[in-house]
């Protein structure tokens, strides 16, 4: 509300102080601050995952971050961006929060508003799964579907403008959100219970790899940053090419790979890039669901196609040490997508070839990718390959 509009709601009233710009809820923000700091907090686990003999020296941690109350990492991203809007006096006690998300962002900003007693609403690309919705409703989401072709980010701007709420904006401020200088993120959790050479990931916004690439260098860690890419995101072509203007179709892996080049994706973070055939990601979420122990979502299983590739590299060079990814996010919702071998045929994801090379590899330590793909190069000759 502007100072004029103001001015006409207190005429007639004894408040004629108007001196502030901007309305400033103090105690509200007080409250919601003390609320989001009162929520438990969980310290997640690692899974450890058997090596052959083969990989003798080299180690394999996979931290569940699906054991959050709202199912995924991003429930870490979701604190974060709800205490820096509300410090940064952008939330309102009216609401509602916006953001551009059908999947897991939307699904941890709900949780977090249910918390907080705030109106959300998602904003989703035209034709989201019926399930997204419904998981975004339970939460007491509002969902706005996009128009086929429009740009999420900018209906979700110009919805919250209309609607006066307020745009998170995920892809904006993930990197400058999260806390990374403080000792309860994710990546003082995960460097004080191992110490990797490598963290493996892919990114949607690039918050997460973000947020363990400055840690390590603000508590000097050697741990370096492999980002694991799908097919068609921009990313890839961004970092090696040092164009933060590179585009590309966008992803079909879930949360991760994007069509452009996120402002949260600091080229400089990023040590390393592989790019995963979708069919790969696909199975190696399958290959841990039915050998590892854990049935996770697909951009999991693109960690842990990189994980390997990385594995198979130290080996190869002789070097002993830890790679550490994330489960982002648990298998089941995506139990009629990825998991449903009728959906991946039809949305042309052939991951049949992959599960024997990469089930091998877990069981042997040996690496015979299918010949139906191009040869990958050998990991020591080259910074990126697939
Ligand atoms: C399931 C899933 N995995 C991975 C990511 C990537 O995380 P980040 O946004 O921190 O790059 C996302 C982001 O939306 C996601 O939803």
Redo the contacts with the bound molecule.
Sequence with gaps: MSVTERAKVLDGTDDDDLSDRYRDERDWVAGRIELIRGLPHVETPLIEVPLPAKLDGLRLCVKNESVHPSG???HR?AEALFTNALASGWLRSEGPVVEA?S???AISEAWFCQQLGLAFAAVVPSGTAKEKKDAIRDLNGNVVEAPPGADLCEHARQYALKVGGHFMD?FTY?ERAYDWHGEHGLAPELLGAVDPDWFV???????????VGRYARNTGRKVRVCVTDPENSAFFAGWRDDNPKATDKGSRI???GRPRVEP??LFPMVNRMIRVYDAASVAAMRVAADHLGFRP????GT?LFGALRILHGMQDRGERGTVAT?M??DGSRYNNEYYNNDWCAAHGIDFEPWLDPITEFFQTGDWRPPTTFDTAPRPSDTLWNM
Excluded: N, R, Y
Excluded at 201 to 211: I, L, P, Q
Excluded at 297 to 300: D, K, M, Q
């Design positions: 995924s990492h991003k991203l998300s999947g897991s962002t995920q993930a990931m892919g990114a949607g916004t690039g918050g997460t790899v973000t947020s879930e949360g991760i949260s994706f979502g697909p951009s999991t960690g994330l982002c996010d």
